[in-house]
């Protein structure tokens, strides 16, 4: 399987599609909410999200595609709001452990999500997968319309997106919010173009499903230990998250430098560390930095931050692809990323 230089550049504008609309329109679909109430846009998002893997299962062209891909954004804002919303509900009323369990079965869904659709294209084909995404869809939105009660509760009010990033680029800010957004770019880099290496290796999708699955698995792994080593004042912040960039740099030099089935497969475990080391001490270095009071403000600064990074990641580096190679690309993203390792540390000590 080759790529041309101009389906680079669609590649990675197909991946970029998907958080940019989580990011522009999650502000209105929590107006919505507070309009047609919680459960509703909860339900909204699950159909919105079965129709949109239905139209990637009839697609033929990627304007088709990217309309899919934009479904499914907005879907994921909606149902990342209602379920929230919903959570919040219920722990109140009961179950402390809700939170705990929608973040497993999250992960769980990251981790093995890949592993299962490599499996099912391998035997069947992509249109067969997101077919099947948006059957089991529909089965969750009919559980859904029975389980989940009526929410009275609308929406927490928030801040809007102009105070948000204002926020972001304060000096309180910024560095972690530059840590939060370069480790999202990187995974949602590795998770679109890992997979392209990997096919020019003659590997297929369950070859490739077992790369993003192990990558994304890694990272989960990672960030308890990560957590518990910082939490006993062995590891500082801005240490931590420096070396997180730079394994994540030395990740994408393995894939570029040595693009075997060896060589990706390490470099899908490198990355997967750093993405794993990244996260959580970006955001206690964000939470550290600013007020208690201000919690709701860092949440806010941490998702934008993230999903900036998740659409602009796969954006730059398939129009560097188009414009060159995928190896250059890769390897203007390691330079990136050593920059910013060296960046954050040397910053962050001079603030001391």
Not at 112 to 137: K, N, R
């Amino acid at each position: 399987m080759r790529i041309g230089h101009a389906t680079f550049f669609t590649l990675g504008f197909l991946l970029a599609i998907y958080p940019a609309a989580e990011l522009l329109l999650k502000p209105l679909i929590r107006t919505l909410s507070s309009t047609l109430g919680v459960r509703r846009v909860l339900l909204l998002g699950l159909a919105g999200s079965a129709v949109a893997s239905g139209a990637f299962a009839i697609a033929e062209d990627a304007d088709v595609i990217g309309m899919a891909r934009l479904g499914q954004g907005a879907a994921a804002a909606a149902v990342g709001l209602g379920a929230d919303a919903v959570l919040t509900r219920w722990s109140r009323s009961g179950p402390s452990r809700s939170y705990g369990g929608y973040r497993t079965w999250k992960a769980a869904g990251y981790a093995l999500g890949p592993l299962l659709g490599g499996i099912v294209v391998a035997f069947s084909g992509p249109p067969a997968l997101f077919m099947l995404l948006a059957i089991l869809t529909a089965a969750v939105v009919a559980w859904a319309a029975v389980a989940v009660p009526m929410i009275d509760t609308a929406v927490a009010a928030s801040e809007s997106m102009t105070d948000l990033v204002r926020s972001l680029l304060s000096a309180s800010c910024l560095r972690p919010a530059l840590a939060l957004g370069a480790g999202a770019a990187a995974v949602s880099i590795s998770l679109g173009f890992l997979p392209v290496l990997a096919a020019h290796q003659g590997l297929g999708p369950l070859a490739s499903g077992v790369l993003v699955s192990g990558l994304v698995a890694v990272a989960a792994l990672v960030q308890l230990p990560v957590r518990r080593i910082r939490d006993a004042g062995r590891l500082a912040d801005h240490t931590g998250i420096g070396i997180g960039l730079l394994l994540a740099a030395m990740g994408f030099a393995a894939a570029a430098f040595a693009p075997t089935v060896a060589g990706l497969m390490s470099a899908g475990v490198i990355l997967g560390a750093g993405a794993g080391v990244i996260a959580p001490l970006g955001f206690t270095y964000l939470a550290r930095r600013n007020p208690p009071e201000q919690l709701s403000q860092v949440v806010g600064v941490a998702e934008i931050s993230t999903l900036v990074g998740g659409f602009a990641g796969p954006l730059v580096v398939g129009a560097i692809a188009a414009w060159s190679t995928l190896t250059v690309a890769l390897l203007v993203v390691t330079i990136c990323l050593a920059a910013a390792a060296n960046f954050l540390v040397l910053a962050a000590r001079d603030s001391r």
